[in-house]
DNA sequence: CAGGAAAGATGCGTGCACGCAAGTTTGCGT
DNA sequence: ACGCAAACTTGCGTGCACGCATCTTTCCTG
């Protein structure tokens, strides 16, 4: 299908786009979020300011999507490596919370910086917007396409799912003045994960349920 | 309990919000989104323009307020109007159904504006993230107090639903020149709305079954 | 391999969002 | 009725997002 070898313009796009996040992030940490214009993030990568706003929308995303990176992808291969015998809503889940605890060490460091400013923790929660699109091919996969439509607003109300474990996770956040306390705010993230899902895995359960009549 | 009456400053406030969404609109559709800038709809309203932005985050949120104005709080007193004999599912089916097709005339001639402009569609996209918060309190209220994060969750996924449901609705759009014919884009939005909250009934089922015991 | 088309990078200009530090109005206790 | 404190408005300054026109690089086709 998409079996084209990336070609010279591709490649060169995704190193601009993974010098910007690595830049972004990287300044980000080191002084502070306050004291990067996207001006230094540009210089930082070796292109304009202008063809930084052709990569990302916001000063925020590109910060933040050095942490997030291709979890949309991910998410997806990984519910997509769960087999037919396995519930669609554990697998979901499953998928959900393995991608969301692997964060490497390096994120560890950003997520303080990103729950500190109000702007930052917001770009991070509407990532979650993002996984919409790649779970619902999946889930239409598993579905038969007769549940296109049903596919979608299952994996919207996932994304919405995940977004407010996220939100409540998050929560309690108050202090971390310059360095930052190790503190991990709520209950731990997986269950907060498994709590938010665990209301939709009737409606996914019902979907699977007509497909395999 | 909030039975304090309004009180000076709080109903000035309302006036002035209310002159902007006004102004704004009125603005937008006489000549045009692109030539409205924010200065004239401050202008207009009879505040500074750095005012303007003390009550709206971009230029977009007056416009489309005008139109969705309190459609959140009209949605959940319409849920809450629905006796507890009825599904819960049918109820926020019907209330969300009936609060989006009771638009009245002038709602029609700025929806024409609205899906015409990228910007404009999106911020009115937006808007139905609103919807969350006092959906989840009637919610809640159906579900014993036990249920307050499903309430959440539910609430959550209805919004994203119906925002799926305005996106595939929407999607045809492509003429409308100045006047703008008054075609339908794609089924009626009803229909959508239904189409798209389907899916989630057996969720509410298996919530409210859980009280019900 | 030549040459043109398509995609991308860049500079410039405009309008916008928002923090900050006054100035002004409203509300309330005495 | 007075006056203070809190809420709101406003002007200013900074950085930002993005449309548009132009120049450069990559790609494809004959």
């Known amino acids: 299908m998409t079996a084209t070898p990336p070609g010279l ?31 230094d993030i540009a210089e930082a990568a070796g292109v304009s300011p202008r063809t930084y706003n052709n990569y990302f929308a916001s000063r925020e995303q590109a910060i933040v999507s050095a942490v997030t990176a291709d979890r949309e992808a991910r998410i997806a291969a990984a519910v997509a490596a769960r087999t037919a015998d396995v519930r669609l809503a554990d697998a979901v889940t499953e998928a959900v919370v393995e991608q969301y ?17 109000p702007a930052l923790r917001d770009a991070f929660l509407d990532t979650t917007a993002g996984i919409e699109p790649p779970l619902a091919a999946v889930i239409a996969e598993r579905l038969d396409d007769t549940g296109a439509h049903t ?63």
Chains 1, 2 share one sequence.
């Open 151 to 213: 596919a979608r607003v299952l994996a919207a109300s996932v994304a919405a799912a995940v977004r407010i474990a996220l939100e409540t996770w998050l929560r309690p956040t108050g202090d971390a003045d310059t360095a930052g306390t190790l503190v991990v705010p709520s209950g731990p993230l997986p269950d907060q994960l498994r709590t938010a899902l665990a209301p939709l895995a009737p409606a996914f359960d019902a979907a699977e349920q007509r497909t395999q009549t």
């Open 9 to 39: 313009r591709e490649r060169k796009k995704q190193a601009t786009r993974e010098a910007l996040r690595e830049a972004a992030l990287r300044l980000a940490v080191e002084r502070g979020p306050d004291r990067v214009r996207v001006e």
């Open 101 to 117: 605890t692997n964060t490497g060490e390096r994120a560890h460091e950003a997520l303080l910086l990103i729950t500190t400013r």
